[in-house]
């Protein structure tokens, strides 16, 4: 069995932490290699609309993609599945694939606003 333990990190803001307005679920989960394990993130601020995951393994941090809105952008190589809705009082999914020994990490969501500027 694999365990992997599920944190959060404070929201990417300036000011004070926001960190109390984001929620991930399980804290905890244990499934057989080969399966695949699910990752619920969700936040309480107004006018966030992105979730970012990263997972910590031996020390280090590995930036694992983003859900912006309702799209999901995984990371190249790295075989999850981002999906479901980033704004506020909904939920995003991070599904890990193909659960291997790597894959018994810490990992954390963390909850964004989307800046990007139409021309």
């Known amino acids: 069995r694999y365990i992997i333990n599920c944190c959060f990190i404070n929201s990417l ?5 926001l960190s109390d307005k984001v ?11 080969g399966q695949t ?3 619920y993130c969700s936040h309480r601020i107004d ?3 992105k979730i970012l995951w990263y997972k910590q393994l031996n020390g280090q941090l590995q930036y ?10 995984p990371e ?13 009082n909904k939920n995003c999914t991070l ?3 193909s659960l291997s020994v790597s894959s ?3 990992y954390f969501c963390a909850a964004s606003y989307h800046s990007a500027t139409c021309h």
Do not use: C, F, M, W
């Open 95 to 97: 599904t890990i694939n």
């Open 23 to 33: 929620d991930q679920t399980p804290a905890d989960i244990y499934k057989e290699q």
């Open 47 to 49: 006018n966030y609309d």
């Open 76 to 88: 190249k190589g790295v075989d999850v599945t981002i999906e479901g809705d980033a704004n506020k």
């Open 13 to 17: 803001s300036t000011g004070s932490s």
């Open 64 to 73: 694992l993609g983003y859900l912006n809105i309702k799209n999901g952008n």
């Open 104 to 106: 018994s990490a810490v």
């Open 37 to 39: 394990a699910k990752i």
